[in-house]
């Protein structure tokens, strides 16, 4: 069986990520994720852990992403 082993931090659509996990895979800091927050990046929360849903993030990537050419 072949296994596969990924090296670069995945965002996936159909994942939830706990917050501290998002940070660190999307590589945004506090200002940077409080940033994406006022401009309408959906963090949720449940008692008293938030979760960024990976479709969530992939949505306001593809609103407020800038085209690199």
Known sequence: MATTVTTEPVIRADECYPLPVFKRLS?????AL??????????RKVGLRSYV????????????GKPVK
């Open 27 to 31: 590589g945004m800091g506090t200002a």
């Open 53 to 64: 849903l990976g479709k969530d993030f992939l949505d306001f990537v593809e609103r407020h």
């Open 34 to 43: 409080r940033e994406a927050r006022r401009k309408g990046l959906f963090v």
